[in-house]
């Protein structure tokens, strides 16, 4: 069974920064590509930045210049460095990998998803 975990969310003021990460546990045989979305009320969800195992990334128009992904693979764990937030950044952000996991008979590639966590920017 492999969980994606995720914290660093909260209520913070325009201009401020928040970090979140997010940590895949369980029977993990490999990651390919990780990354965070968000979907806003009423909207629907979109990416916000990937980043490959080896290390390139990829950002949404809104967000480049402001945010910054990273991962550490020897921890399983990537994270998203969020500066001058902005009231529009306001959303539930959600963790995904695509990780090849060991299940009772073999290993398989899947796409897995973190619970969310909440992102409050007041103006």
């Known amino acids: 069974q492999v969980q994606l975990v995720e914290s660093g969310g909260g209520l913070v003021q325009a201009g401020g920064s928040l970090r979140l990460s997010c940590a895949a546990s369980g029977s993990i045989f490999s990651i390919n590509a990780m990354g965070w979305y968000r979907q806003a009320p009423g909207m629907q969800r979109e990416l916000v930045a990937a980043?490959?195992?080896?290390?390139?990334?990829n950002y949404a128009d809104s967000v480049k210049g402001r945010f910054i992904i990273s991962r550490d693979n020897a921890k399983n764990t990537v994270y998203l460095q969020m500066n001058s937030l902005e009231p529009e950044d306001t959303a539930v952000y959600y963790c995904?990998?695509?990780?090849?996991?060991?299940?009772?008979?073999?290993?398989?590639?899947?796409?897995?998803w973190g619970q969310g966590t909440q992102v409050t920017v007041s103006s």
């Open positions: 980043i490959a195992n080896h290390g390139s990334t």
């Open positions: 995904n990998a695509y990780i090849l996991a060991r299940t009772k008979t073999t290993m398989s590639w899947h796409d897995y």
